[in-house]
């Protein structure tokens, strides 16, 4: 019993083990990535949106975020071809903020600090800075279908998800839950 017990606790710590540095791995490529296209002041402006269009397809949990910023109501009283609307509204609109943000920055390095797991999450804690300052920058990341896809950033405390679901909030309760209305906002930006 002792070395059944013993076995499975060695599966656990080396799976765990084996999780942290594929986590770690994901997570080092793609901030190198997303440095590379944010420095790279080589390339006309619509060709370094292109990548920063990929970079967010490939890497943010789009659906997910985008439905999670509606209140189930609004979903459900929306037609399917609403809803896709809204999708790629917003993925442009994330792209658009993402790029916009990133443009705005000075070029810099980003640095792993740690990981944890919290049901199922992973909070990856790091910084970004340049040669002078530095920002804290904390990462939600959940594993769907074999691969790694952002959930939420945290810049200095402040949550990307929940500053957007009050605007979003906001805006829907100034058009009476139109999420046409809500679609519209955000073309416009």
Known sequence: MFKILTLIILFFVNYSYA???EITNWFNQESK???????NA???KHQNYKKYKVFVET?????SIAYGLLNEKIIEKNDKETLLRYEKTFKAYL?????NLANTSTSGEIILRDIDVKDGVYIINSDISDRTSSVSLYWKVAKIKDSYKILDIIVENTSYFVT???EFTKI?????GSLDFLIRELEKI
């Open 19 to 21: 999780e942290e540095i």
């Open 33 to 39: 990535e997303f440095l590379e296209i944010m420095n």
């Open 42 to 44: 080589d390339v006309e």
């Open 59 to 63: 890497n943010f949990a789009l659906k």
């Open 95 to 99: 792209t658009k903020t993402i790029y």
């Open 164 to 166: 957007k679901k009050s």
């Open 172 to 176: 829907l309760r100034k058009s009476r």
